[in-house]
């Protein structure tokens, strides 16, 4: 069993930072790719990036490739997202997930946590 805990969220104006962080408890975190995902109001849940459970490797949607860097510590189980040049269309809630593939695919991630707000103001 894996439990997750994002923090980070919250209200930032266009074009600025915030980092987020997800806290994973359990003793298969190492061997867990762990991933982030987003969902915007009226919107389906959308793939953001994930990492490897070496976090050797990573992969991110397209769309976000230079803006936002996913990472992880094996000692802490921690996984954070440093998203840069924030807009609007970022806004929305940001999941951490964990599963035992690496890919993007929302159906290969078994445990999720329970989101955190990101608002990018105009």
């Known amino acids: 069993q894996v439990q997750l805990v994002e923090s980070g969220g919250g209200l930032v104006q266009a074009g600025g930072s915030l980092r987020l962080s997800c806290a994973a408890s359990?003793?298969?975190?190492?061997?867990?790719?762990m991933a982030w995902f987003r969902q915007a109001p009226g919107k389906e849940r959308e793939f953001v990036a994930t990492?490897?459970?070496?976090?050797?490797?990573?992969n991110y949607a397209e769309a976000l490739l230079g803006r936002f860097t996913i990472s992880r510590d094996n000692v802490k189980n921690t996984v954070s997202l440093q998203m840069n040049g924030l807009k609007p269309e970022d806004t929305a809630v940001y999941f951490c997930?964990?599963?035992?593939?690496?890919?993007?695919?929302?159906?290969?991630?078994?445990?999720w946590g329970q989101g955190t707000q990101v608002t990018v103001s105009s």
């Open positions: 990492i490897s459970g070496s976090g050797r490797s990573t």
């Open positions: 359990g003793r298969t975190f190492s061997s867990s790719a």
């Open positions: 997930a964990a599963g035992a593939f690496f890919t993007g695919a929302e159906s290969d991630y078994s445990y």
